[in-house]
């Protein structure tokens, strides 16, 4: 289409023609993930015992600084011993007791109740990265993203079949003042989609904003006794939690609203160089602070988090698809589900700085090794490049068309039809062919993926379509998805209440913000 | 470098700066791959006993046709039923009692004793692409490969430690007579590497060829009880074996040299619409073979084989990395398993034209299910792009690197150092760093792999580098290996008896050849 025609058809939009352009797309979330696959699971019950007995014995003995004195007193109160700096030493069975409350399952709410997931257990979700202070654009250009753009992506991600979540701040938007920033990211992923979405925990007063914008959107009543969003709290490995994450923790967890105690760790720079090790300290660290969202409030859901990479030794740099953050990955969903507490962990890492081949292999080995992981929450499973410093438009759409494969993978074997396709072998005979067979014709489509953004054809007919790369065809399936974009409704009563409530925050805190004056 | 010192280096090369060259790079062939990490298998007893049954059925009651009227008549002396067009109908029984003589594991021989492969059971190896009419060049121009491309190739084979074998024709060396060109291709494998090799099937006298120039660099006695090549044989699905394979494979058979039975699946297209049921096919017609194999020698060794795609419905194109083909690896090889057959599959195809993201994705998918499958003898591990048509010399680099790391998971979790490991946690404590600990310091080369291939780097530091993409940085790396190559010695004698053998064949094989003109 030429740039002069584009604005005819714009004109000729609005919401019937949008309707149009929608029905050429299938929109529909697929439900959470129920995997019929077996798990794959290095570790027998002795090994399994090991790791839990060295991670013990890591809180018993070396014990976690808790760097924050309102948790310090929780602990003291809770009977924990305290030692020199702020280390709290658990007691095995005092942790064992603790983690025993946190629910194994839970639904995950969401404003369209169709839109409702089942978490943990043998479910699964994908979520879109987050965190990314640089996006590639829809001209692949490499730049700051701005509230228009994080609003692009959640539209993104509500069309996006695979995609069970909006999350929040896919992108930072960078043209509002950090200090609002999570006010304007929760209200777009409130208002640009009716699936579930995360809350923000950069501080404990931000994390106190979102849990009363959940409120005005759900009712506070309603989310005494449903999850109706999650927050992440990142550890500061080795065995340290920070004030900032544990203030947002208590702000979710007070709410009921569960968080995700996540180790942040570089393998062998802030861990053992050994994965086996590695896993033991992660362990200790995540248990040491499921173990506290019990002591915070009884019963309430908290899910096994930990964001995962190896660092090389040559520069200090993160690595993804390392074959040990694939062992890491099956390791830790053993141990989640010997605790049996949900697990999250990360997929779809890379460092690429483009969308090469080596973002896709890096992609794919980790989506691989995490869908046989058995993890129940898939962070990062669209957009991720460049150890997360961008987000990237074209590879968001293939990551979750490559989520929506992956998830057919782990469906397992259909057998349902088996007779009726033998049928065809005997009716087709030696040298025969299939695709003109009444079995073919009504079974094809569910039979096998065929993916849109590979391009399988002939060279020549791949030249004739204009030798497009797979950017090049990502990007343009992003244009034709966000043209074809319907808002969900969401009342106007509750639309307003949320722009007062943001209206008045705002007004409330100060707008200085350094970081503003470089956009 | 700029062009102008190019030379100055090149003259001062010679042995010893070669030698220097290559110290650069590690050569050193991994030793067979030993799995250490538990398989994904979907099928339970039950279901492996429906597949069974069905592929039993089929063998019986639809028949397979061998296109050969030798074939027809040792199945016929064998006892078996032959129908009309030469349907072999094979009884149950008669097929399970033929390919309980092929042996589950065997030793491949290269001419180095110490590059020989312990070949089925738990044991895994990794060859490159082969087949490929055209190449991505060191400049990534796609073109018609040489003689000396198929050298080049086979020279990166025996230099990348990942890499268990040349193979044959990596690429077809186009500036060749057809009928000359297994000559050619067998001497390139043979002389450019100590590594195993594959001998072409190309027809019955070709096979002969190869069988002889094996008898020349191995004895003949030698082969007699020792495995020294493989030969595929693709059968034609639906349930056909046509002449020029079964003449083959006797060739090969004759000289008790493995070969492969490998059905040529187009899923949908020449199979059912349904995974179960294309592998229920598959099977049966992989036994028909695998038992043919065992009319023409008892005990010769055999391999269970298949090249497997889908069919996409849209366009008539094969697919790779669907969901499918991982389902139906993870299914095959249970039935490989179940039959105590050694078996092969396909690693890292795809169909992208370019060496972009879909390339990595498509061949991230595919290795790490074939990883998980169980695959002994993986084939296709390096180079395939563009369904087969062409090899990149790009590409073969970086996935020769893949398949390292796919070794490196599938070699499981390392538990040798978990006690010292532990104990740097005790030392560093919360809050610490492990960069300068004696434990990391000794053990970080083994701990985490660190792709070469891969940049980890800032984007800063890349721009720094020169943006140079994954491509740009794998070719940098297939020139510096070609540099360094030092061929392995290959006795004089030897030598001048197999070029003698092709000065005869080439005189006797008339060069008249279509394809010749073309290029």
Redesign the interface.
Known sequence: MSIAQEPVRLRRGGRSSRRELRSAHDTTMLPALKRN??L????NDE?IA?IDN?SM??LE?????FRDPVAIEDWRKAGAKIGE?D?VHLDRQMVRELIRTIPENFTYHARNPANNLPFGKDHAIFVPMTGAPYMRDLEDK?RGPTLKDLGDFHKLAHMLPAMHSTAHHIVEPMDHVVAHRHLRITYSSMKHSDKTFMGMTTSPKNAEDVMDMCAILFGEEFMETHAVTTGNCNG?S???WDETMLGAMRAFCKRNQPVLCSPFVL????????????V??LNAEALSALAYTQVIRKGCPAIYGHYLS???????????????I??MN??IGQMARHYRVPWRTSNTLG???????????????T???VL?SGANYMWHSAGWN??G?HCSMA?FV?DAE?CA?????VE????D??DE??A???D????????G?P??QE???K?????D???????E??IADG?K???ERALLHAKSLLNAYEEPTLEAATNEALLDYITRREREIPAVDALNDEF
């Open positions: 696959l077996p794959v699971e290095p570790l090994q090991k060295a014995d890591i003995e070396v014990g976690v600084v700096d280390r490499r500061n080795p065995l340290v393998g062998g720079a802030n861990t053992p160089a050994s994965t086996a090790a590695a033991a300290q190896t660092v090389s030794m040559k520069s200090g740099a993160p690595m993804a698809g390392t074959p040990e694939s062992l099956f390791m460092g690429a700085k483009t969308f090469d081949a080596q973002a896709g292999y890096e992609s794919a080995s989506m691989m090794a046989m460049e150890a410093m590879k293939v490559q494969m992956g998830y057919r993978m397992g074997v259909q057998w039809d088996f396709a033998l065809a072998v005997r087709i005979g030696p040298g025969g062919h299939y695709l067979h079995h073919t079974n094809f489509q039979a096998f993926f065929m993916p953004m590979f391009d399988n054809n002939s060279i007919q791949w030798s790369d797979i950017t």
